[in-house]
């Protein structure tokens, strides 16, 4: 039997069902500079020995890269401003590489030789009055190449991570993929005229990655799981989400609430054994009054005095009479 055609009620319980549509305004970037910055920046030349010379002598060359101390100085300052400040960005896609195959005349098949992760990630940045956000990405560049020298560093110095977000209208993740080592190719130029009174600066920006990772779960059901999705980014990429201050606090948070939802069955703490104190007591002052035998049976007692008191007065006369005669 062929299907019912589509219709508009179906498509609204459908939506209802998945939780609504997804919004291009809701998203989330964070953007993680080199992993080498704490020891490029605190690393010192080896101590050189002066051959040749009556007397040995060391000579200090100070900062090893004085570029990364700068960038890390940098992130600390305007990192978050820099990831709060993104304006647009776009989520990079995937490539299937295939290859023509064809059997004698038959026509031929595109089959999968490869894959690639093709293109750059673009992305543009409010500015501030100070254009720190410019400034940000101009220090991540002088750790690539060196700007007086023009000689390019090692490959692992200036390579971060960016992860982008897609959230619900709550602010929940529901989606996530994490790019590895990212660095910024292009910083655009900036068009300024009169005419634009009103408008805010913003600065484009090129990123070049490796590839990406999905990092919310396979499974539709329940992959809006914030513990779940940044415990499983320690197995992507050289660096560990946990390194911010900002992801550990929203694990952290994440725990509670799990903790919080747990069932009462599970968690037999002080707490819940107070709640089954005072239920056993609450049921002890519903009980039947029949049920318990040991409380003495006042009703009883009360009726026997009234049935004394409604005796008719010649019946205790005769009584006494004969009493009387019994003597």
Same mark, same amino acid.
């Given at each position: 039997?062929?299907?019912?055609?589509?219709?508009?009620?179906?498509?609204?319980?459908?939506?209802?069902?998945?939780?609504?549509?997804?919004?291009?305004?809701?998203?989330?970037?964070?953007?993680?500079?080199?992993?080498?910055?704490?020891?490029?920046?605190?690393?010192?030349?080896?101590?050189?020995?002066?051959?040749?010379?009556?007397?040995?002598?060391?000579?200090?060359?100070?900062?090893?890269?004085?570029?990364?101390?700068?960038?890390?100085?940098?992130?600390?300052?305007?990192?978050?401003?820099?990831?709060?400040?993104?304006?647009?960005?776009?989520?990079?896609?995937?490539?299937?590489?295939?290859?023509?195959?064809?059997?004698?005349?038959?026509?031929?098949?595109?089959?999968?030789?490869?894959?690639?992760?093709?293109?750059?990630?673009?992305?543009?940045?409010?500015?501030?009055?100070?254009?720190?956000?410019?400034?940000?990405?101009?220090?991540?560049?002088?750790?690539?190449?060196?700007?007086?020298?023009?000689?390019?560093?090692?490959?692992?110095?200036?390579?971060?991570?960016?992860?982008?977000?897609?959230?619900?209208?709550?602010?929940?993740?529901?989606?996530?993929?994490?790019?590895?080592?990212?660095?910024?190719?292009?910083?655009?130029?900036?068009?300024?005229?009169?005419?634009?009174?009103?408008?805010?600066?913003?600065?484009?920006?090129?990123?070049?990655?490796?590839?990406?990772?999905?990092?919310?779960?396979?499974?539709?059901?329940?992959?809006?799981?914030?513990?779940?999705?940044?415990?499983?980014?320690?197995?992507?990429?050289?660096?560990?989400?946990?390194?911010?201050?900002?992801?550990?606090?929203?694990? !952290?948070? /994440?725990?509670? $609430? @799990?903790?919080? #939802?747990? %069932? +009462?069955?599970?968690?037999? &703490?002080?707490?819940?054994?107070?709640?089954?104190?005072?239920?056993?007591?609450?049921?002890?002052?519903?009980?039947?009054?029949?049920?318990?035998?040991?409380?003495?049976?006042?009703?009883? !007692?009360? /009726?026997?005095? $009234? @049935?004394?008191? #409604?005796? %008719? +007065?010649?019946?205790?006369? &005769?009584?006494?009479?004969?009493?009387?005669?019994?003597?």
């Amino acid at each position: 039997m062929a299907e019912k055609q589509p219709t508009i009620q179906n498509f609204i319980a459908s939506m209802n069902r998945s939780g609504g549509f997804a919004r291009t305004s809701k998203y989330a970037v964070i953007i993680t500079p080199p992993a080498s910055l704490s020891r490029l920046a605190a690393a010192r030349n080896s101590t050189v020995i002066a051959e040749g010379t009556p007397h040995q002598r060391s000579i200090d060359g100070g900062f090893a890269d004085t570029n990364a101390a700068n960038m890390q100085t940098l992130n600390s300052q305007v990192g978050r401003q820099v990831n709060l400040h993104c304006n647009t960005v776009s989520m990079p896609g995937h490539d299937l590489q295939a290859q023509d195959q064809q059997h004698g005349s038959a026509p031929g098949r595109q089959m999968v030789q490869s894959h690639d992760y093709a293109g750059t990630i673009a992305a543009s940045f409010y500015l501030d009055v100070h254009m720190r956000e410019r400034h940000f990405f101009e220090q991540w560049q002088k750790m690539a190449v060196n700007t007086n020298t023009h000689k390019a560093n090692y490959y692992d110095d200036y390579i971060g991570t960016m992860e982008i977000f897609q959230l619900d209208g709550n602010g929940e993740i529901t989606y996530g993929i994490k790019a590895t080592e990212v660095y910024p190719a292009t910083i655009a130029g900036i068009e300024y005229a009169y005419e634009n009174t009103n408008q805010i600066a913003t600065q484009a920006v090129q990123f070049q990655y490796r590839q990406w990772f999905n990092m919310t779960a396979d499974t539709i059901a329940g992959y809006n799981e914030i513990g779940r999705l940044f415990a499983s980014t320690k197995t992507y990429g050289p660096l560990d989400i946990e390194t911010t201050s900002s992801a550990v606090r929203e694990k !952290q948070l /994440e725990k509670d $609430r @799990q903790r919080r #939802l747990r %069932s +009462p069955n599970v968690d037999k &703490g002080p707490h819940f054994r107070g709640n089954d104190i005072k239920e056993a007591k609450r049921q002890e002052q519903l009980r039947s009054p029949e049920v318990d035998k040991q409380l003495p049976n006042t009703s009883v !007692q009360q /009726e026997a005095k $009234r @049935q004394e008191q #409604l005796i %008719s +007065p010649t019946a205790k006369a &005769g009584g006494d009479r004969f009493s009387g005669s019994r003597n």
